[in-house]
């Protein structure tokens, strides 16, 4: 079975080419981390903490994450692809190149965000908070943009 991890403290660690894919982790701080191919693929994470990190070329997809913050992380080449993220704080981050596609985003919060190069295709976006973002060279292609919480910017395009 996949190997449980709680409350961990990694915060302000520097992280290289670990593979902590098909984990599970509860109530975990990653805060402040700089972390560089780093795959968690198919982990799952419940009131975990990444705020703050410097996340390069890591991969997030297959993730099940719940009740989590993001907050003020920059994202450069991160994959969230064919995920659940249901009810997590993306407030302020920055994404480039970066991919939310097909991926479930009910309920979670992306305000003051600034995605550049970052899709959102055929994603799940029903409550999901998208105010004062600044974005460029974004998909929202087949994504429920209209069940959004939502300003100016994103568009059904």
């Known amino acids: 079975g996949e190997e449980s991890v709680r409350s961990l403290n990694m915060a302000g660690l520097r992280l290289e080419g670990v593979d ?7 109530a975990c701080s990653f805060s402040g981390a700089a972390l560089k191919n780093v795959t968690f693929a198919g982990s ?5 903490f990444f705020d703050f990190c410097d996340a390069d070329s890591c991969d997030f997809s297959g993730i099940d994450a719940q009740f989590c913050s993001f907050a003020g992380t920059k994202f450069l080449n991160a994959s969230f692809e064919n995920s659940e993220l249901i009810h997590n704080n993306f407030d302020g981050i920055k994404a480039r190149s970066c991919t939310f596609n097909f991926s479930n985003l009910y ?7 600034e995605f550049d190069g970052t899709d959102f295709v055929d994603c799940n976006m029903k409550n999901a908070y998208f105010l004062r973002i600044k974005e460029k060279n974004v998909s ?8 959004a919480i939502r ?3 994103v568009t059904e395009s």
């Open 107 to 113: 309920n979670s919060r992306f305000i003051l965000a």
């Open 151 to 153: 300003d100016a910017g």
């Open 140 to 147: 929202w292609k087949y994504s429920n943009v209209q069940e």
């Open 44 to 48: 799952t994470f419940r009131m975990s």
């Open 20 to 26: 902590l894919s098909s984990k599970r982790f509860y």
